[in-house]
């Protein structure tokens, strides 16, 4: 049976984070991936597996995710971080307008894009809101 590598940072970081602020965990720091026991490595991947096997529609997006990631460099991985961390933090109607505009800009080329962020920056908030109505982000999957 093959196994497949799902590391996405979404899914990865809290369990992590959770490992490293473990009570008996926290007087030592935590090892390299190879150095793990075989029960603290089944902690980290336990969750992951069971959203694999209770989402199969989500698989592929899954795979391409953690694929994309490990081909991150190291600041790629930061500043992807930094942005995961900035979208959890705003508002609803903020979340939207992300990511009506991330789906926008997706399709542009470079110069593309930085027009749509200098047409954006010189919105009023009411321009903007109508913007997001006519170019509504696509539905999310469940989660």
């Not at 930085?114 to 908030?125: A, V």
Request: proline share 10%.
């Amino acid at each position: 049976m093959k196994t497949m590598k799902i590391l996405t940072p979404r899914l990865l970081l809290p369990l992590l984070l959770f490992c490293a602020s473990a009570p008996a965990m926290a007087e030592q720091p935590l090892p390299e991936w190879d150095q793990l026991t075989p029960a603290q490595r089944e902690t980290l991947i336990a969750p992951m597996r069971d959203r694999w096997n209770a989402a199969p529609e989500r698989r592929q997006r899954a795979y391409e995710h953690a694929r994309s990631w490990q081909q991150m460099t190291p600041e790629q991985r930061e500043q992807a971080r930094r942005g995961m961390h900035r979208f959890e933090h705003m508002a609803p109607q903020q979340r939207r307008e992300a990511q009506a505009l991330f789906a926008r800009m997706r399709g542009m080329d470079k110069d593309q894009r930085q027009q749509l962020r200098e047409q954006w920056q010189k919105m009023t908030p009411e321009q903007r809101r109508q913007w997001v109505e006519a170019n509504p982000p696509p539905p999310r999957a469940e989660r």
